[in-house]
């Protein structure tokens, strides 16, 4: 790998990647941006009934579906709102990322690293608005819709959350929420695999980069220690940034059930602990395996170039210090240049000029662990009696 070229970067070319849409049609533009927050519709028009019908005492109770859900709920709600924040920013750092790339020179030199942004933002577009697509929609929504049907929406106290109105009117009412809830839902899930497309597509665009790019360059001695690749790392760990927000969410309702476990014993509490704590396990694998699958290969690019700096650096040190040893009647001055050159050498150990084999550094890496440790350690020190 040859070091970095500067360039200025092409209008033309990176604008062909600054204008690929990630999502083809107007419902899937808005749905796949706030998908996080489409499923709090139902409890803030239920909430907003209630409201209107049974004053401010009511809105509180109709709010409250059971003792222990109205702090879970604000969790959620508070965690739906951050990861719909994470994601609109992700979506922001991948129409940065390849620019970024392309002016530092790690794409290779300007005349075949233009056309070959060209292809590789064409690709990227042909991908995200392809057909296929449609599959992953589909199971999420064929997911909702089996969970609906078996497990229902809407509790079964709705009506006495509206005592005090006909129950003509109930009836209605009820039948209204009942609708809303399961429109909102089936909108969400379609949301939820738009952002799913969205997330595999860009995830295989950013694991192909050394492939689509022939002159793909790792930097040796660049300030980031990451080869220069700090930002497609970044850009990973933005991809996952909702599921850490989630694996928090899961892990703080784990917590927060075992906690009320031991005060109160309900068999509902203890399902909806086992619930969580096996979505938390499905959240932490889940994510882990998102942000590495991407880097992959950028890692194999590294490793290998770590390995033959390592080697080749190997035996020039060796050379340097066999020369030392051979040259027993040498000056002074000779033999402290030889030593200089020796040390000189050692400071070009991969570990002290910082070159890695994968594209993130410790900082970066510490806020992608950190949250699952956190919550894993929490959960596991309230299953300890002491």
């Not at 990451?226 to 790392?233: E, I, Q, S």
């Not at 194999?300 to 060796?318: I, N, P, V, Y």
Request: neutral net charge; charged residues 15%; contains cysteine.
């Amino acid at each position: 790998m040859n070091g970095p070229l500067q360039m200025n970067p092409s209008p033309d070319a990176l604008n062909t990647w600054r204008d690929v849409s990630f999502f083809p049609t107007a419902m899937e533009s808005v749905t796949g941006r706030i998908w996080p927050v489409i499923i709090l519709v139902p409890p803030m028009c239920w909430y907003a009934l209630a409201w209107l019908i049974n004053g401010k005492r009511g809105a509180i109770w109709a709010y409250q579906f059971k003792q222990i859900v109205d702090p879970f709920e604000l969790a959620a709600i508070c965690a739906l709102a951050i990861s719909t924040i994470l994601f609109l920013q992700w979506l922001k750092s991948v129409r940065t990322l390849i620019p970024t790339l392309y002016q530092q020179g790690n794409l290779g030199a300007p005349e075949s690293a233009q056309t070959e942004v060209v292809n590789f933002s064409a690709d990227y577009k042909q991908l995200l608005h392809s057909p296929a697509r449609f599959v992953i929609i589909g199971v999420t929504l064929a997911f909702t819709a089996a969970t609906i049907w078996r497990f229902g929406i809407l509790e079964d106290v709705f009506a006495s959350h509206f005592a005090a109105v006909p129950a003509v009117l109930v009836d209605w009412l009820f039948s209204i929420m009942l609708l809303t809830e399961v429109l909102t839902f089936l909108l969400w899930s379609y949301g939820v695999g738009v952002a799913v497309w969205t997330v595999m597509v860009t995830a295989l665009q950013i694991s192909r980069l050394p492939r689509a790019f022939a002159a793909f360059t790792i930097e040796l001695g660049h300030p980031d220690k990451c080869g220069g690749l700090r930002a497609v790392g970044s850009c990973c760990l933005g991809m996952v940034s909702p599921l850490l927000v989630g694996t928090g969410l899961f892990g703080l309702w784990t917590i927060s059930a075992r906690t009320l476990a031991m005060s109160v014993h309900d068999s509902g509490l203890r399902v909806f602990i086992s619930m969580s704590e096996t979505a938390l396990s499905v959240l932490i694998i889940t994510t882990f395996v998102t942000f590495l699958a991407p880097l992959w290969s950028i890692h194999s690019c590294m490793a290998e170039l770590r390995t033959r700096f390592m080697t080749d650096l190997g035996h020039k040190l060796d050379k340097a210090l066999w020369r030392i040893h051979a040259s027993d009647a040498a000056a002074d001055a000779e033999m402290k240049g030889m030593a200089d050159r020796v040390n000189a050498l050692k400071q070009l150990e991969p570990d002290i000029i910082g070159l890695r084999a994968w594209p993130f550094d410790t900082d970066l890496l510490v806020k992608l662990i950190a949250t699952p440790v956190i919550t894993v350690l929490g959960a596991i020190a309230k299953n300890v009696r002491f």
